[in-house]
Every structure is written in structure tokens, then in C-alpha cells.
């Protein structure tokens, strides 16, 4: 069986699939993750090479599953506050773990305190293997000490290689251990990476066979956590017919509602059709023309630096996509007068800060006036039709009202 390479860029992790996922299911994932790996996963244990740290075709198998369906890292503190809390609920930490200089300082499964997450999973997997071992044996004529004590060897994890004064205590250990006749088995960060091999050797250092002796179950004490999956907003209720009605923010004769919503088509006085986005307050002079901020739309936006999705927070954010939606105008006006397709910078500028805010129905209805204005060919286009389309299977409806592009104007009067 060949199985694909694992790296940071690995499908997975989707916010989309978030709307799949109760707070239990997470937990059971993390939990299933800890006992299919025999370890505690960090938080970025899936941005690396993270099929090394299990032996075998079938333990990769499922592990490329779990790691399929994973949560975001933005659901995860939304439900959980944190990676360790997560780890706390899930039982895969006991309650009462808690950070420190050196790491994550918890209580192992015999009771054993551990000051980091590998220290932590050396613990545990001493005892799921029934190896009898101690903690913090003393080094022979020094007040330094080891981390575990089995038969008489010493397993030491030295979590912080590279720093000079750390690197010399490792050497006056190794000194020490050669003096004494102790064997130092040496672990580091790299083999946490590879848990699966190092559990291998780590088994043959100590004097047993994986493949013949059995592991126990540990005991967990996961919380109860709620099995309700977020909920996605439904579609309001359909009003009147669509149709022209008299628009309801003034600003023209006429605008057009399409059974649920006001939209942005306007209709002037002699029968001029063009694009007006009737967002929440909005009082600046109409624009029928292709021009924003005293620009062509297109050279606006190639030339101006926009913040980041999530940098912008509040009234900036509101600001920001306010003139998105002007500049959709303008696109939207110009493509009408000059006949060909619209550009997607701006729907997609707009749809890619309502994404990282979780805005979901804004986001598929930012998108679908992209689909609805004739966007030109090319990969803009692409990207925008596949974004709808996952956001639709999810069961999204779209929502102008959620996005900011239009108030919640009352529906016409019939």
C-alpha cells in the first residue's frame, strides 16, 4: 500500500467542515488522535510529518483520516478557550495541567508529575507497557536528576537541545552516566516527531518486544461536552412576489426585491437599470459609473494595499467592506455599459474577511452577486463558482442582510 506524504499544506482543517463538528466529536478526535499515536499531540502535531510517529500501512491509514477531519485551530479556541483545555476535557490531560517555562506541567495516569506533553507521553507509555519505572532518580555525587529511573537505566528527555547552557548540563550528565556505569538513554524533540520508530528502540533499549507484549488502556476522565453541531442560520421566510418596488432607502425610484431580500439593482426614473448596494446608513451621492475613490475600480484595487482577513476589526472591518461593496457598484456599472464580464477582486476581498470572521451566510451571498454579475473567465471565477458551491452543500443560505451589503429594510408593500 502506498500512502501520501504528510505536510503543513495537507487537506484538512476546513472551517466548513467545523459546521460539521459538535465540541464532542472534537474532543473524540483529539482523543482518538492520543490513542491511536500513543502520545499527547501537540498543537501543531499535524503541520509536520506527522505519519512518523505511528508504525504500520493500517495505523497510517487512520491517522490520515483523522487528520482529514480535523477542526480548525479557530473552532478549537472558539469551543475550548485553548489546545491544552481541549486536551484537559477530552481527558486525554487530567484536569489541573497548566503551562510553565518549561512546558505543560500535568499529572501522568500513575500519578506521576510531568512537566511537559513528551515527558508527559514517556510517562504513560511506561505504564500502558506495565515497565516499572520512577521519577526524578538523583545522579550519583550531583544534584542533578534524570526523568525516569527504569531497571538501571536512566531515559532523559532533553526538550531543550541547542541552548548552550542546557547543551552543558546534557554533556555533565553523559559524564556522570559513564561514570557511574548508568545507561543514559538519550530522547529529543526530532524523535517525539517520529514516536512510532522511537517507541521501537526505546523498547529494545529497556529489554522488551512491542510486537509480543500487550498495552493497557490507561484511564481517561473526559468531560461531558455537548453533542450539538453549530447551528447554520435558515432562510427567512418568503415575502411578496420579487419584482420592482419602490425602493425603501429613497436613494432611487425603484429597486428590485427577490422574495427575501432588497437587492442591490436599482431602477431610476426613465428605466435606467444599475447597481446600488443599499448597506445599513449609506448617504453618499450615487455612482453609476466605473469609478471609485476618483479612480478607475480596477486600478484602485490593483494599486491599494488592503490589511489582511482578521486584521480588521469592528467599525474597520465595517468601513472596509462598505467600500467593497462600492466598488462591486462600479464593476457591476461599468461591465453593464461596456458589455463584458466583471472583475472578482472586489467579491473576493469582500467574501475573504467574511470567511475568517465565520460569516458564512454573508460570505455565500457576497458570492453569489459575484456568480449573478457575469465575473470573466479565469481562475478568480473558478475559485469564487467552487467556494458557492461547497458553501450551498453545507446547507448556507445566502444572506445580504448577514454580509452588510443591505439593511433589514421591511419587505414591500403589496
Not at 128 to 142: F, M, Q
Not at 189 to 216: I, V
Not at 259 to 279: E, L, Q
Request: aromatic share 10%; hydrophobic share 35%; charged share 25%.
Amino acid at each position: 500500500m502506498t500512502l501520501p506524504c504528510s505536510n503543513a499544506a495537507f487537506a484538512g482543517g476546513s472551517d466548513l467542515d467545523d459546521l460539521k463538528l459538535s465540541d464532542a466529536d472534537i474532543a473524540d478526535w483529539v482523543s482518538d488522535v492520543a490513542t491511536l499515536t500513543g502520545m499527547i499531540p501537540p498543537q501543531d502535531f499535524f503541520g509536520g510529518d506527522f505519519l512518523k510517529t505511528v508504525s504500520g500501512d493500517i495505523a497510517r491509514s487512520q491517522l490520515l483520516s483523522l487528520a482529514a477531519r480535523r477542526p480548525t485551530a479557530k473552532r478549537i479556541k472558539e469551543s475550548f478557550g485553548s489546545w491544552l483545555n481541549l486536551l484537559t476535557v477530552s481527558g486525554v490531560l487530567p484536569d489541573g495541567a497548566h503551562h510553565t517555562v518549561r512546558g505543560v506541567r500535568s499529572v501522568a495516569a500513575d500519578g506521576h508529575v510531568c512537566l511537559s506533553l513528551p515527558e508527559r507521553t514517556i510517562d504513560d507509555w511506561l505504564s500502558a507497557y506495565g515497565v516499572d519505572h520512577a521519577k526524578e532518580p538523583r545522579y550519583p555525587d550531583s544534584n542533578y536528576r534524570g526523568d525516569f529511573l527504569v531497571g538501571g537505566s536512566f531515559i532523559e528527555f532533553f526538550g531543550l537541545v541547542g541552548n548552550p547552557d542546557y547543551d552543558a548540563r546534557i554533556q555533565e550528565k553523559r559524564e556522570l552516566a559513564e561514570k557511574y556505569g548508568i545507561d543514559l538513554i538519550e530522547v529529543y524533540p526530532k524523535d517525539m516527531l517520529t514516536w512510532g520508530a522511537t517507541q521501537e528502540w526505546l523498547a529494545k533499549r529497556l529489554g522488551f518486544d512491542l510486537g509480543t507484549r500487550e498495552r493497557q488502556v490507561l484511564p481517561t476522565q473526559p468531560q461531558v461536552l455537548s453533542e450539538a453541531k453549530p447551528a447554520i442560520p435558515e432562510a427567512p421566510p418568503a415575502g411578496p412576489a420579487e419584482g420592482w418596488y419602490a425602493d425603501p432607502t429613497g436613494r432611487e425610484a425603484s429597486r428590485w426585491w427577490d422574495g427575501r431580500y432588497w437587492k442591490h439593482w436599482v431602477t431610476d426614473a426613465v428605466g435606467v437599470t444599475y447597481s446600488d448596494t443599499p448597506y445599513p446608513g449609506r448617504d453618499d451621492q450615487v455612482n453609476r459609473g466605473a469609478e471609485i475613490e476618483g479612480q478607475q475600480t480596477w486600478e484602485f484595487l490593483s494599486s491599494t494595499k488592503f490589511s489582511w482577513p482578521g486584521k480588521l476589526k469592528g467599525a474597520e472591518l465595517v468601513t472596509h467592506l462598505e467600500l467593497m461593496f462600492r466598488c462591486m457598484d462600479a464593476v457591476e456599472n461599468a461591465a453593464g455599459t461596456e458589455g463584458y464580464g466583471t472583475s472578482p477582486a472586489a467579491y473576493s476581498e469582500a467574501a475573504g474577511h467574511l470567511r475568517h470572521a465565520r460569516n458564512h451566510a454573508g460570505e455565500a451571498a457576497v458570492l453569489a452577486r459575484a456568480v449573478e454579475s457575469g465575473l470573466g473567465p479565469g481562475a478568480g471565477r473558478r475559485d469564487i463558482t467552487a467556494r458557492l458551491a461547497a458553501l450551498e452543500e453545507a446547507g448556507v443560505h445566502p444572506n445580504p442582510v448577514a454580509s452588510g451589503m443591505t439593511a433589514d429594510y421591511p419587505p414591500p408593500e403589496v
